[in-house]
Structure formats: C-alpha cells, structure tokens
Nanobody, 122 residues
Framework: QVQLVESGGGLVQPGGSLRLSCAAS?????MGWFRQAPGKEREFVAA????????HYADSVKGRFTISRDNSKNTESLQMDNLKPEDTAVYYC??????????????????WGQGTQVTVST
C-alpha cells in the first residue's frame, strides 16, 4: 500500500504563491492533485505521468499552476502562482497503481493523501 503525505498548505493573499509537495512511500505511476472546497465535489487540478512526459491541467488553473515530480525522491509538487480566493480548498495528492495516462478522473487513482488546506484570503 503506497502512502502519500502532503505538505505546504497555508494561508496566502490573493495574487500570492504556494508550493505543495507530496512524498510517496514508493515509486508510483501517474500522480495528480485534486481539491475539494466546502460544499463542493472533489475536482481535478493537475496530473503528471510517471516519466513526466505528459501533464494535464484543469482549465481553471492552467497558466497559474505547475505540476512536477522527482522520481529519485518519490515526490511530486504543485507550484501555485497568482492564487485566487476560488482556489481555496483542501488539496489532495493522488497516485495510480498502474494507470499510465495523465487522468482527470478520480476513479483512476488508487492512493490518496490526507489533504492539506489552502486558503486564499485577505
């Protein structure tokens, strides 16, 4: 069972930046980030394939967020710039057990972190 641990959440003002990190207990296939705001369903944010040859972003974060991974350390990161209040949510790291595409669908992900809160507010 792969364990995922997120870090890096916090409070930031609109227009600011945060970097989220996720440490996996072993090497994984596709890794991704999802988020869930209060009263809303969990939604896809970004994904990256095992060799980092392909990435995919939700339209709402394209051009502001950048996903990356370091397979030598079994980590992935999400650099979030120009943050907006609507980015406020709990962010979850996810990984697949064998699916190799940059999937936007949560059901393709087998492993999930505990989540880290990101709050964008003045």
């Amino acid at each position: 069972q792969v364990q995922l641990v997120e870090s890096g959440g916090g409070l930031v003002q609109p227009g600011g930046s945060l970097r989220l990190s996720c440490a996996a207990s072993e090497r994984t296939f596709t890794m991704g980030w999802f988020r869930q705001a209060p009263g809303k369903e969990r939604e896809f944010v970004a994904a990256i394939t095992r060799a980092a040859t392909s990435t995919h972003y939700a339209d709402s974060v394209k051009g502001r967020f950048t996903i990356s991974r370091d397979n030598s350390k079994n980590t992935e990161s999400l650099q979030m710039d120009n943050l907006k209040p609507e980015d406020t949510a709990v962010y979850y790291c996810a990984a697949t057990a064998g699916y190799t595409g940059a999937s936007v669908y949560s059901w393709n992900y087998n492993y999930w972190g505990q989540g880290t809160q990101v709050t964008v507010s003045t």
